[in-house]
């Protein structure tokens, strides 16, 4: 039998790619969430992570491990609910940022009204930096969304890393200037994908500008232009961009969740929530 304990940090490295950013979700020392994961590979008898000291990746093992540990948890917490008796009302104000149009967050959303029926559950989707407005101006309660370079604060949920993606067929003239596909500002992807360029001295155009991101996809799907994206949320239809193209890198992001300030009926909403998102935070990936 696998530890939960052991299976739940396994999965927080897993979804931040990193064992300090599991070690400060989860509260714990760095070296113990190495200990439970080095317990867990005994268990199982298999390497569930390569690693160095720039990177950690899964491998195909750990890849499997991930679904068998997303199931595990899942009934160890609907068990634990369950037996608490405890029924969870209010209404709860909940912001994702566009990023999770094209994931599996409605599963997600499901789950949860289906545990906390009693719940009134408002959903806003919106740019990252709007939602980051909203929630300190009182108006959303709960928000996931991208944080900047220079941010420390939200808990982490995971960090991916951007990248340029366009249709297979595109080809990047070096002689012209890059054409791309991007939200409007304060969009951090646009700010990331304007500083890159900027820093490598290269020239741009606005090939197209969208609040959507289904109207970015269908513009990039279109060869207007490229777009910068997750690497783990590459909507269908669309590819990376091969490094040999020259375009600069983008670096790492984090996706985080933020709690409001409002007190009451919301805080307990909010947190349960929260702990579905954290537990299902490899499932927003797409499918």
Known sequence: MFDPTQLRT?????????????????????????QHVRKLEEAAGRRLFLRDT???????????????ARTILEANERAASFFAGTRLRGRLRFGASEDFVLT????????????????????????SETLHERLAAGRLDLVLAKRGPQESRGRLVWRDRLVWVGTD??????QRP????VYPPPAVTRARA??????????????????????????TRAGLGVMAHTMGM????????????GLPELGAVDFVLLHGRRPGAARGPAEALADAILAGADRLHMP
């Open 178 to 181: 890059v054409p791309l596909v």
């Open 194 to 219: 304007l500083e890159a360029l900027e820093a490598q001295g290269r020239e741009w155009r606005i090939a197209c500008t969208s609040g959507s991101l289904n109207g970015l996809i269908a513009a």
């Open 10 to 34: 396994f999965r927080t490295v897993a979804q931040t790619l990193s064992f300090t950013g599991a070690a400060q979700r989860l509260g714990l020392r760095q070296s113990t969430v190495s």
């Open 54 to 68: 720039h990177a950690v990746e899964l491998t195909e093992d750990g890849e499997a491990m991930l679904g068998f």
């Open 104 to 127: 599996r967050m409605p599963e997600v959303l499901e789950g949860f009204r289906r545990e906390h029926p009693e719940v009134d559950l408002e959903l806003t989707v919106e740019l």
């Open 169 to 174: 067929r595109m080809r990047i003239d070096p």
């Open 234 to 245: 590459i909507p269908p239809g669309l590819v990376r961009i091969p490094p040999r193209a």
